[in-house]
């Protein structure tokens, strides 16, 4: 299993261009989750899915959009890019399987918006 | 709205010797997850340990502990045997049980170890 990959691993966008961060996962797992990584700060959610078809809002959802049409990807836009946005962005995902779901995590991307 | 700190942005502790990181959390659930992660420079987020909130005994990983004060919202991680791989930020993490299931973190701690 290649467990949780993300691409691309570094980016860097000019103000108001658009991108897509992919996020695949392999494990068959029915949750999946975008978290941001400001620096000296900890991860903060900003959408996440508990299943093909359902997404929702975390913690910082603006300027973002996901979708998940399967269970292996859950792809992250950025529709008008914006400084604020400079981040490391990390997915994450579980299996909802009794009390013990651990949270896997993908390598993380780093995007630079200037 | 849960939320953890960590108090201590940096932490040093020389070779084999035992250092201890801080953790409190608020929260008004009787029943959650508590997890120390550990991130290299390589960025990526490594579980190291997981508290059950319902579970009175220490979790415990090898030369990992943690001392969970449930009644002071107190989770701290202790390692022993430093070892200079141990070397990395550690965070400190809530999840509560249902819903998103999300994970709630602290601002980390940066821990050097020092040969």
């Known amino acids: 299993n290649a467990g949780v990959t993300q691409t691309p691993k570094f980016r860097i966008l000019k103000i108001g261009q658009s991108m897509t961060l992919q996020c695949t996962q392999d494990?068959?797992?029915?949750?999946m989750y975008w978290y941001r990584q400001d620096p000296g700060m900890g991860l903060k959610l900003i959408y996440y899915?508990?299943?093909?078809?359902?997404?929702d809002k975390g913690e910082v959802p603006n300027g973002y959009n996901v979708s998940r049409s399967t269970t292996e990807d859950f792809p992250l836009r950025l529709e008008l890019a914006a400084p604020s946005q400079t981040s490391v962005y990390f997915c994450?995902?579980?299996?909802?399987?009794?009390?013990?779901?651990?949270?896997?995590f993908g390598p993380g991307t780093r995007l630079t918006v200037l | 709205a849960q939320t953890v700190t960590q108090s201590q942005p940096e932490m040093s502790v020389q070779e084999a010797e035992t250092v201890t990181l801080s953790c409190t959390y608020d929260?008004?659930?009787?029943?959650?997850?508590l997890f120390w992660y550990k991130q290299p420079p390589s960025r990526q987020m490594i579980l190291v340990i997981r508290?059950?909130?319902?579970?009175?005994q220490n979790a415990t990983e090898n030369r990992f502990s943690v001392n969970f004060q449930k009644a002071a919202k107190s989770f701290s991680l202790k390692i022993s045997d430093s070892q200079l791989g141990d070397a990395a930020m550690y965070f400190c993490?809530?999840?509560?049980?249902?819903?998103?299931?999300?994970?709630?973190f602290g601002k980390g701690t940066k821990l050097t170890v020092n040969p």
């Open positions: 994450a995902s579980s299996y909802l399987q009794g009390r013990n779901n651990e949270q896997f």
């Open positions: 494990m068959n797992h029915n949750y």
């Open positions: 899915s508990v299943g093909a078809g359902i997404t």
């Open positions: 929260t008004s659930e009787s029943d959650y997850y």
């Open positions: 508290q059950e909130a319902y579970k009175q």
């Open positions: 993490a809530y999840r509560a049980l249902g819903g998103s299931e999300k994970l709630v």
